[in-house]
């Protein structure tokens, strides 16, 4: 593994170390920088490609006269693009809701200009239309109502958290019906991924360019995100079981792998689409096991924070932890500028939370 060693582990390791000591830096030359107000522009710097990517949706709109749905310009793809979304909208609905539930705030912004970004983003979910984009944003929805509601329960306040609950059922509805409305894939779901979890190497999920397509039980021809998604999943895991140990640190580890199991050259297919599997082909099982322990760590500071410490930052920490690692789950963002970014912020949450009390902006009740 050291010998195939090329750096992509090493950048989000100095990105983690940088977060870390990034606001105590900057606190030394500028004393009035607090945490609060830092912490409030990288989200606004964030917030920024959505702005870009709202406006240029209404500008396509304006010229072709229809709404360019799964289309992105600004970013690479889709992917990127719902990544982006759903980390700044879990900061932007934990603000909110801990205001509505717990009168706390953090982010130097007011409440309508929140909202306002907030329901940007939800726009823009629909827009980029991303199945388990819209699935984490959903999932980050019930995750924040759910900490907030526990941290509050002892404040008696039935009614508020009732309506806000309320607000959450139908904004995710909302979303929902915009995803099934606007995406086919999940017609046929299920009968794809039973088709496709045993899809052969000759198969299209895996030669791009002239494989067969699998038929599913409808006798309709598979749909690639749906069926060899699944079979991506199955064979991900096979190779992690059969190579325990990892096979290094490659850019494309599955499709090498794969190759080089097969000694097929054709498979042109070049990651299975899930960040954890490919950790796990490269690292093997301790490479999994140390990342876990990694972000149990980040997790359980989140946690303390949240419970006893620094409330807003704690959580802060812990909902970007969970999300991070469930997207991992169902994307390939454990690599490249995903994983710098996360790095980043988590290191830099992580400090946040290690800033003595004199160091940092109080909360406001």
């Known amino acids: 593994m050291v010998s195939a060693w090329s750096g992509q582990w090493l950048r989000p390791v100095l990105l983690f170390c940088a977060g870390l000591v990034l606001l105590p830096a900057i606190q030394r030359t ?3 920088m607090s945490a609060a107000r830092f912490f409030t522009l990288v989200i606004l710097f964030f917030w920024g490609v959505v702005c870009v990517h709202l406006l240029d949706s209404l500008w396509l709109y304006w010229r072709d006269g229809y709404i360019h749905w799964g289309e992105t310009r600004i970013v690479y793809n889709r992917t990127r693009m719902s990544f982006q979304v759903n980390m700044i909208t879990g900061f932007l609905m934990a603000e909110l809701l801990a205001r509505g539930l717990l009168h706390q705030r953090f982010l130097r912004l007011k409440t309508p200009v929140l909202a306002l970004m907030l329901i940007s983003n939800l726009l823009c979910t629909a827009l980029v239309d991303t199945r388990w984009g819209t699935i984490g944003l959903v999932g980050s929805l019930f995750s924040t109502f759910i900490l907030l509601s526990l941290h509050s329960m002892r404040r008696s306040r039935v009614i508020v958290t009732g309506g806000i609950l309320v607000g959450i059922v139908v904004a995710s509805a909302l979303l929902g019906y915009a995803s099934w409305k606007t995406d086919p894939r999940w017609q046929n779901l299920e009968s794809d991924a039973i088709a496709g979890w045993n899809a052969p190497f000759t198969s299209f999920c895996y030669n791009k360019t002239d494989g067969t397509v699998p038929v599913n039980s409808q006798g309709v021809a598979m749909n690639h ?42 498979i042109n297919i070049p990651h299975s689409h899930y960040g954890l599997i490919e950790f796990g082909i490269q690292n093997g099982v301790i490479g999994i096991a140390g990342w876990l322990i990694l972000l149990v760590g980040c997790w359980y500071i989140g946690w303390r924070e949240f419970r006893r410490g620094k409330m807003m930052v704690g959580m802060f920490l812990l909902l970007f932890t969970i999300g991070f690692f469930c997207r991992t789950m169902v994307d390939h963002n454990l690599k490249d500028h995903y994983l710098e970014q996360y790095m ?8 946040m939370c290690a800033l003595r009390p004199a160091n940092t902006e109080k909360q406001t009740s």
Do not use: M
Request: charged share 20%; glycine share 12%; proline share 4%.
């Open 30 to 32: 500028y004393p009035s």
């Open 344 to 351: 980043l912020l988590t290191g830099l949450l992580v400090g």
């Open 225 to 266: 995100s749906n069926g060899c998604r699944a079979s991506f999943f199955h064979q991900g895991w096979n190779l992690i079981a059969e190579h325990p140990a990892g096979v290094g640190a490659k850019k494309e580890a599955f499709r090498y792998v794969l190759r080089r199991d097969t000694q097929d050259n054709r």
